[in-house]
């Protein structure tokens, strides 16, 4: 088919044009030394292929192109403006633009482009606008920009599936001035990626799900040229509505930020939800203190078997928590140790060693709390060596015995310590109150 077109292409062109190539049905301006060639909405399924390599203007726009191949735009180190708005292209080749060194303007919106890899766009040193709007991208690769990373000046990501980007490629487009990545599904923002961008003039995060944007130095150029007004310095435009914002203290930086124009709302906490950013008084903006609602109290286990020590803490922002061992050295997580995001920590193996008490902090942006949790490891009992009998606790004084003579899983943990490589497979911990009395094993 390709190449049935692809004839019928060269005999009209052999008998028509021979002084200038240009592609069937579509219009090419020589304006001396400059070529442009307006291919818009010719029916196009794929790049023509007798392009005039010196083209300097080159508009696809309104076709039906499915991917871009390598052939296509070789040897066109003239090309500078080059558009393929509204095609259906979903697949770019490896290093396509790999000779486009002059190119200023790329414009790829409204195709159906998923993921953008690092060859995709090799080669593009002298970029300035990269349009990319109305795609179905919801991946970029970290070095994707990595070629016009200091020149590109626009960067359009706007309605994609976007939930992540490569921030610290971003945040080094010195030059950028306008980067619109609105209605996407972004919900982090690393802080101080943009703290570099200090020729950004417009930045649109607008319908995202972010709930917090992190303060960085560039955001306060909004506050400063708002209130100097007629300022010659052009001021930032830092749009940020339809996102989940959380409006509690975390937020007050950009409260501050005297701007009554967009209409912004809370979506959380409560009181809060659909109010209006900027009519919320700045005394709202408020953090709760960790409060440590529930953790283990005192706590008994045997000599080689877990233990599990809970910690749980309410606040705004979520509070995060961490545990310190008796000596007071930070839990993190090891062979002998885990430490989980809900706060419990559990300890492998217990050695009678870490007898002692644990101290549960939690700790958000408002503050911290803590509480101790003790930690009893009870010695497994010393045998009469050689013996090979199990001395038995004194039945019925405790549900320990019970508990440990129905696991009827003693032998096996004696056998394991000796051989120093315990592995409890199944949690044997035995919790009980602080009044009861603890057997003596030994
Ligand atoms: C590009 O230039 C090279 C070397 O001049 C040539 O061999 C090749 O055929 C050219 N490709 C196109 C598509 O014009
Ligand atoms: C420790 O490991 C657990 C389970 O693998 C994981 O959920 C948790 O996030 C880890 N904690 C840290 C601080 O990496
Ligand atoms: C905490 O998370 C761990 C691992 O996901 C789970 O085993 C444990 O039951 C959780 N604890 C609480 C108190 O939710
Ligand atoms: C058991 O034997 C070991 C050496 O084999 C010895 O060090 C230990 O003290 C003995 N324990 C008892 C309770 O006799």
Same mark, same amino acid.
């Given at each position: 088919?390709?190449s049935?077109l692809?004839?019928?292409?060269?005999l009209v062109?052999g008998?028509?044009?021979t002084a200038?190539?240009?592609p069937k049905?579509c219009?090419?301006q020589?304006?001396?030394p400059?070529i442009?060639i307006l291919?818009?909405?010719?029916?196009l #399924?794929?790049?023509p292929?007798?392009?005039?390599?010196?083209?300097?203007?080159?508009?696809?726009t309104d076709?039906?192109i499915?991917?871009?191949?390598?052939r296509?735009?070789?040897?066109?180190?003239?090309?500078?403006?080059?558009?393929?708005?509204r095609?259906?292209?979903?697949?770019i080749?490896p290093?396509?633009?790999?000779?486009?060194?002059?190119l200023?303007a790329?414009h790829?919106?409204?195709n159906?482009?998923?993921?953008?890899?690092?060859?995709?766009?090799?080669?593009l040193?002298n970029l300035?606008?990269l349009?990319?709007n109305?795609?179905?991208?919801?991946?970029?690769?970290?070095?994707s920009?990595?070629?016009f990373?200091t020149?590109?000046?626009?960067?359009?990501?706007?309605?994609?599936?976007?939930e992540?980007?490569p921030?610290t490629?971003?945040?080094?487009?010195?030059n950028?001035?306008?980067?619109s990545?609105?209605?996407?599904?972004?919900?982090?923002?690393?802080?101080?990626?943009f703290?570099n961008?200090?020729?950004?003039?417009?930045?649109d995060m607008?319908?995202?799900?972010?709930?917090?944007l992190?303060?960085d130095?560039?955001?306060?150029?909004?506050r400063m040229?708002?209130?100097?007004?007629g300022s010659?310095?052009?001021?930032?435009? #830092?749009?940020?509505?339809g996102?989940p914002?959380?409006c509690n203290?975390?937020?007050?930086? #950009?409260?501050?930020l005297?701007?009554?124009?967009?209409l912004?709302?809370c979506?959380?906490p409560?009181?809060l939800m659909g109010?209006?950013?900027?009519f919320?008084?700045e005394e709202?903006f408020?953090?709760?203190?960790?409060?440590?609602?529930r953790h283990?109290?005192?706590?008994f286990?045997m000599?080689g078997?877990?233990?599990?020590?809970k910690?749980?803490?309410?606040?705004d922002p979520?509070?995060?928590?961490?545990?310190?061992?008796?000596e007071?050295?930070?839990i993190s997580?090891s062979?002998?140790a885990?430490?989980y995001?809900n706060?419990?920590?559990?300890?492998?193996?217990?050695s009678?060693?870490?007898?002692?008490?644990?101290?549960?902090?939690?700790?958000?942006?408002?503050?911290?709390s803590?509480a101790?949790?003790?930690?009893v490891?009870n010695?497994l009992p010393?045998l009469a060596?050689?013996?090979?009998?199990?001395?038995e606790a004194?039945?019925?004084?405790?549900?320990i015995t019970t508990s440990?003579r129905?696991?009827?899983?003693?032998?096996?943990?004696?056998e394991?310590?000796?051989g120093?490589?315990?592995d409890?497979?199944e949690?044997r911990?035995l919790?009980v109150?602080?009044d009861?009395?603890v057997?003596?094993?030994?």
């Open positions: 088919m390709e049935l692809l004839c019928a292409l060269v062109l008998v028509t044009v200038q190539l240009c049905r219009v090419c020589n304006l001396s400059s442009a291919c818009a909405k010719t029916g #399924l794929f790049v292929p007798f392009i005039d390599r010196r083209t300097v203007e080159l508009r696809l076709n039906f499915t991917s871009v191949r390598k296509d735009f070789a040897n066109m180190t003239s090309l500078v403006h080059l558009t393929l708005s095609n259906t292209i979903s697949q080749m290093h396509s633009f790999g000779d486009l060194r002059g200023r790329l790829l919106d409204s159906r482009l998923t993921k953008l890899v690092d060859a995709h766009l090799r080669g040193v300035r606008h349009i990319l109305n795609n179905q991208l919801n991946a970029i690769s970290a070095d920009f990595d070629d990373v020149s590109l000046e626009d960067l359009d990501l706007s309605y994609n599936n976007l992540d980007l921030w490629t971003i945040g080094r487009m010195t950028v001035n306008t980067l990545l609105d209605h996407n599904l972004i919900d982090f923002v690393p802080e101080g990626t703290s961008l200090h020729k950004l003039a417009r930045l607008t319908s995202n799900k972010l709930h917090k992190p303060p130095p560039l955001f306060l150029r909004v040229y708002a209130k100097t007004k010659p310095l052009s001021s930032l435009v #830092l749009s940020f509505g996102n914002l959380h203290c975390e937020l007050l930086w #950009l409260r501050r005297t701007r009554e124009d967009d912004e709302t979506a959380s409560p009181h109010k209006y950013f900027w919320i008084p709202e408020v953090c709760e203190p960790p409060l440590i609602t283990t109290t005192k706590t286990v000599e078997q877990s233990a599990t020590l910690c749980k803490a309410v606040g979520d509070p995060s928590v961490h545990w310190t061992s008796p007071g050295r930070l997580n062979s002998r885990t430490t995001e706060g419990t920590l559990r300890l492998l193996i217990a009678p060693k870490d007898t002692g008490g644990f101290t549960c902090f939690a700790s958000n942006a408002a503050g911290e803590m101790e949790v003790e930690l490891v010695p010393h060596n050689g013996t090979g009998g199990i001395k004194d039945p019925g004084s405790s549900d440990v129905a696991g009827s899983s003693l032998p096996a943990v004696r394991d310590r000796v120093h490589g315990l409890v497979g949690e911990q919790r109150e602080q009861t009395e057997p003596d094993w030994r």
